[in-house]
């Protein structure tokens, strides 16, 4: 099983930054897919952004413009640089790793208005 370190959340308020570390135990992780998702109390979780092995990235709609995914593969880490934070981007962000697995315990994020 991969062992997931998420970091870097916090309280922020409108319009604030956060980046977001993620170190996974995955020896293959630089031919992997890589990504955040985020979840709410009460509701599933929602795809935030992936990465590929080539570095091609894709976004929500929601979320474009504002945040940035990048990868470090020799440390086996995905980050999420957020920037102009929205009180809607509230909430516990977990990484995947690969892609579409099991998530880490996430780190949370709470903007404020």
Same mark, same amino acid.
């Given at each position: 099983?991969?062992?997931?370190?998420?970091?870097?959340?916090?309280?922020?308020?409108?319009?604030?930054?956060?980046?977001?570390?993620?170190?996974?135990?995955?020896?293959?992780?630089?031919?992997?897919?890589?990504?955040?998702?985020?979840?709410?109390?009460?509701?599933?979780?929602?795809?935030?952004?992936?990465?590929?092995? #080539? @570095?091609? /990235?894709?976004? +929500? =709609?929601?979320? %474009? #413009? @504002?945040? /940035?995914?990048? +990868? =470090?593969?020799? %440390?086996?880490?995905?980050?999420?640089?957020? =920037?102009?934070?929205?009180?809607?981007?509230?909430?516990?962000?977990?990484?995947?790793?690969?892609?579409?697995?099991?998530?880490?315990?996430?780190?949370?994020?709470?903007?404020?208005?």
């Amino acid at each position: 099983q991969v062992q997931l370190v998420e970091s870097g959340g916090g309280l922020v308020q409108t319009g604030g930054s956060l980046r977001l570390s993620c170190v996974a135990s995955l020896i293959s992780f630089r031919y992997n897919t890589v990504g955040w998702y985020r979840r709410t109390p009460g509701q599933s979780r929602e795809w935030v952004a992936y990465i590929t092995a #080539g @570095r091609v /990235t894709n976004y +929500r =709609d929601s979320v %474009k #413009g @504002r945040f /940035t995914i990048s +990868r =470090d593969d020799a %440390k086996s880490a995905v980050y999420l640089q957020m =920037d102009n934070l929205r009180p809607e981007d509230t909430a516990t962000y977990h990484c995947s790793v690969p892609w579409g697995s099991d998530l880490g315990q996430g780190t949370q994020v709470t903007v404020s208005s």
